[in-house]
């Protein structure tokens, strides 16, 4: 799996009080959310007169220097990281996307995937729209822009979402008016806070702790939050009864020190690693994580189960998001180039490898041989998460079945093929349970194979009549 994207929009009412630029700020709250994906970034702001917007491929620190910071004029604005999950990793899909048109114009960053976005631009481009880009965020752009020829933002995104199908965070700018979006099922994060002089919205609450903010609460699934005027409104669009919160945020994806509707990432992992102990136990010598996403896990497990916690495999945080493979030769030094063992640690002992989740299984079997290599007695995986078995059609750039191991074998298959002494998954009502948040109200698509929306081809795990308000 990789990370999907992260969103940001900061307004400052009172800028005087604080000399510290929208830009700089966004770029702070960008550098935050940096986990959400690490293959472009962009910073959009507008200085009541017209949008600027500096964007380009890579990191955070390595697109944006203080001098461009500085050029980006303006008291609102919106910013993104990008891991593409739709559309081709080249520049011309970085966000935000802004869009000109006669009355103004209008930006738009966005987390998640449409599930109808080909539809949609198709219709689009018969209609006359160009497009630049193949990501479904320019076709909710041009679809915006469609409206506001017509009605109020308020109305406008109302008759947009009527139309999209799938999931979607939005920080939007129209002209020197930010909004926020969360989808009806609120299956993408999105919150908002306060920070000295205005207001600041973000993927994650980590961004606006960042920023020296205080968290004010989530944006609830179907609500338009707009900042107008040092004020905060509120629109719901969708009625609101039914959630479809994303389960691999909590298991993988959002910082531990984040807090996503309402739930403490931290302490969710935590007790996934709780649960993990109590449903697959196992003598042992010493509970490791799979660093980093299995730290936490790995520590509630280690209280749990009374066996202690010591680290068996230390990371390389400073790799960069790419490094060349020439070839089938060099696979041994590019799995040590990311991970090595701490061989004094290991040799000799029962080891429990604590890890989020199993995708392919190749890079669970390369690091079991590692420790393997290292000499421990024998390795026991246990897994943060159920066997993923379905596609991610919602925002997560996950494998096709054909590629997804838990899809085509058991657990003593996926055990085999691993190279572990044994293998133990999180179940579904233990990860549920682990998370706070009712079952009807997540997202376990590709644990089940059944989606909350409607997906051509698959099963929806009920018949949820999303009511949308008419305006």
Do not use: W
């Not at 081709?88 to 006669?102: A, G, H, L, T, W």
């Not at 933002?153 to 999209?164: F, R, T």
């Not at 421990?376 to 943060?384: N, S």
């Amino acid at each position: 799996m990789r990370e999907e994207c992260g969103v940001v929009g900061i307004v400052q009412f009172k800028p005087e009080s604080n000399p510290v630029p929208s830009a700089l700020r966004i770029y702070y709250a960008l550098y935050a959310l940096q986990h959400r994906g690490q293959e472009s970034a962009g910073i959009a702001v507008h200085d009541g007169k017209r949008p600027e917007t500096l964007k380009g491929m890579g990191l955070v620190p390595e697109i944006f220097n203080k001098e461009d910071l500085v050029i980006l004029k303006g008291d609102v604005g919106i910013g993104h990281v990008r891991y593409s999950t739709s559309g081709d990793s080249r520049i011309e899909n970085c966000q935000p996307f802004i869009v000109n048109y006669k009355s103004g114009s209008v930006a738009l960053a966005h987390n998640g995937n449409l599930v109808n976005g080909l539809d949609l631009r198709s219709q689009l481009e018969g209609e006359g729209h160009v497009f630049v880009a193949n990501s479904d965020t320019e076709v909710i752009a041009h679809l915006l822009v469609k409206e506001l020829l017509k009605h109020d933002p308020v109305e406008a995104m109302g008759n947009v979402i009527k139309q999209l199908n799938g999931s979607y965070s939005l920080s939007i700018m129209i002209d020197d008016l930010l909004m926020a979006v969360r989808d009806p099922l609120g299956i993408k994060p999105l919150c908002f806070g306060t920070i000295d002089s205005g207001y600041v919205v973000a993927s994650e609450s980590v961004a606006i702790d960042t920023l020296n903010g205080e968290l004010v609460r989530d944006v609830k699934p179907g609500e338009l939050v707009i900042f107008r005027d040092g004020e905060v409104e509120s629109h719901q669009l969708s009625d609101g009864r039914y959630c479809a919160h994303c389960v691999f945020e909590y298991v993988y994806f959002a910082r531990p020190d984040s807090i996503i509707d309402g739930q403490l990432v931290y302490r969710v992992r935590e007790r996934i690693g709780e649960r993990l102990a109590h449903e697959h136990p196992i003598d042992a010598d010493m509970v490791s994580p799979v660093p980093d996403s299995g730290i936490t896990s790995a520590i509630g497990f280690s209280r749990k189960s009374g066996i202690n916690y010591e680290e068996s495999l230390m990371k390389n945080r400073y790799i960069g998001r790419t490094f060349i493979l020439p070839g089938q030769a060099m696979r041994e030094t590019a799995v040590r180039l990311k991970m090595n063992t701490i061989d004094e640690n290991i040799k000799g002992k029962k080891v429990i490898l604590v890890d989020d989740s199993i995708v392919r299984g190749t890079t669970s079997r390369r690091i079991i041989d590692m420790v393997r290599k290292a000499g421990a007695k024998e390795v026991h995986a246990r897994i943060g998460s159920p066997p993923i078995v379905a596609p991610c059609y919602l925002g997560i750039d996950m494998a096709s079945r054909d590629e997804l191991i838990a899809a085509h074998k058991t657990i003593p298959g996926v055990e085999a093929v691993i190279n572990a002494d044994s293998l133990g998954y999180l179940s579904v009502d233990g990860l549920v349970e682990a998370i706070g948040i009712d079952r009807d109200d997540l997202c376990l698509g590709c644990l089940t194979s059944a989606y909350p929306v409607e997906i051509p081809g698959e099963n929806i795990c009920q018949r949820r009549q999303l009511k949308l308000h008419e305006f």
